[in-house]
């Protein structure tokens, strides 16, 4: 049984940092890409980033370019997501998704964290 349980969210003012944790139970963790998503009040699911099972191959959505980072640590199976400058615009239930590396598909997704920035 795979499960991704994420950590990490909170309350922030604008401009602070906050880093989510994803911590995976999959036996071949370091075969899967791992990827960041959010659902804002009201909106839809929106992709923010994603990262290969060698820890290359990142990508990021358009709005957190230049502030968010996506790390992994396969020996720990986790994955990381710091986020800096943080915007009222990033309020949203963040998910953590894992799925085959190279295929861009999301076969399992955690619970979700909730991070919620005040102005």
């Known amino acids: 049984q795979v499960q991704l349980v994420e950590s990490g969210g909170g309350l922030v003012q604008a401009g602070d940092s906050l880093r989510l944790s994803c911590a995976a139970s999959?036996?071949?963790?370091?075969?899967?890409?791992m990827g960041w998503f959010r659902q804002a009040p009201g909106k839809g699911r929106e992709f923010v980033a994603a990262?290969?099972?060698?820890?290359?191959?990142?990508s990021y959505g358009d709005s957190v370019k230049g502030r968010f980072t996506i790390s992994r640590d396969n020996a720990k199976n986790t994955v990381y997501l710091q986020m800096n400058s943080l915007k009222t615009e990033d309020t949203a239930v963040y998910y953590c998704?894992?799925?085959?590396?190279?295929?861009?598909?999301?076969?399992?997704w955690g619970q979700g964290t909730r991070v919620t920035v005040s102005s």
């Open positions: 998704a894992a799925g085959p590396d190279g295929t861009h598909m999301w076969n399992y």
């Open positions: 999959i036996r071949t963790f370091s075969s899967y890409a």
């Open positions: 990262i290969r099972w060698s820890g290359g191959g990142k």
